[in-house]
């Protein structure tokens, strides 16, 4: 199978997204991750679920993940508060790796080569990536890649 076929429509969004927003995406659609476009659809960065759990989780908690035990279930629910006043891009480190893209003619192999290679869950697939103006077409996560 080739990328295009395997490629779906794909919850985006876009570095002035809300994080609250994106939070709620890949809760609802059980996502392993996001795909960050700009305003024509060109892939810019991949935002992994537990990237978005970083900036929710206290930095004490995960220096001792042993102190997490002193959350109860309300005060955990109320740490995604800290996502309401920020962006998208606010999460996204500062330094960033380009998005791993795969071209649509892309075979198994190779779209399983690029997500080994980037420890990416996701891939953006493109007509030609290439091109630094080709838009996303789908994505494809490694859920359905192992199917």
Known sequence: MRARQLATDFPTVTPDSSALEAARLLA???????????????????????????????????????????????????????????????????????PPIVDANATAIEIASVMASTRSPIVAVADDPRRTDAPMIGAITVDQLLT
Not at 35 to 43: H, S
Not at 49 to 59: E, K, N, S
């Open 28 to 98: 609802e659609h059980r996502l392993p991750g996001l795909i960050v476009i700009d305003a024509d659809r060109r892939p810019q960065a991949v935002l992994p679920g537990p990237l978005l759990l970083r900036a929710v989780i206290p930095r004490y908690v995960q220096d001792d993940p042993a102190l997490a035990r002193v959350y109860d279930e309300t005060h955990a629910d109320q740490l995604c508060v800290k996502l309401a006043d920020k962006q998208v891009a606010d999460l996204l480190p500062s330094e960033r790796t380009p």
